[in-house]
């Protein structure tokens, strides 16, 4: 597992920051091993929510509680590999607070739509947005990605976000 992780970070075996920190969050005690383990098994388990959301699309307030779940679930996997800490700052960097809080708040929204107000057109539109604001809030950690979607979006639409 050492050198899996020597991989990841791009280590020479030199002791450095690495992906796969043992100390990444000094309140949780699972070994390299049980990170991996509990990573994989968050992420399939968001993206088993999501995909069960698609069978009940015709109920929008069942599939926005799913997708919902399933996206904060997906998101949230790395926090095994990284840590709270600095997932929480990552999260919340300069470049990114923006479509961080945005993702948030159409989370908070879209549930709010489904299981308070009951209103399915309400939770349509949110999880729509829910959705366009993962994508967001997604394309801040590829160099340059939001910048190109930026400029299709001059050039194909006549408009820039």
Not at 27 to 39: E, G, N
Not at 54 to 79: D, E, H, R, Y
Request: aromatic share 12%.
């Amino acid at each position: 597992m050492r050198k899996l992780n020597q991989f990841i970070s791009g280590d020479d075996g030199e002791k450095g920051e690495s992906f796969l920190d043992e100390e990444s969050d000094v309140l949780c005690s699972l070994s390299t091993t049980q990170r991996m383990y509990a990573f994989a098994g968050c992420l399939v388990a968001g993206l088993a929510c999501m995909f069960l959301s698609l069978i009940v699309f015709a109920k929008p307030i069942k599939f926005a509680v799913l997708f919902t779940f399933g996206n904060v679930l997906a998101v949230g996997s790395t926090v095994f590999l990284i840590g709270l800490g600095r997932q929480l700052s990552m999260m919340f960097d300069s470049v990114r607070v923006y479509a961080t809080a945005i993702y948030i708040g159409f989370v908070v929204i879209s549930l709010i739509c489904a299981l308070l107000i009951h209103s399915k057109i309400l939770t349509v539109i949110s999880i729509v947005c829910e959705i366009c604001a993962l994508i967001w809030y997604s394309l801040s950690y590829i160099p340059f990605a939001r910048t190109m979607v930026s400029n299709f979006m001059v050039r194909f639409c006549d408009t820039e976000l």
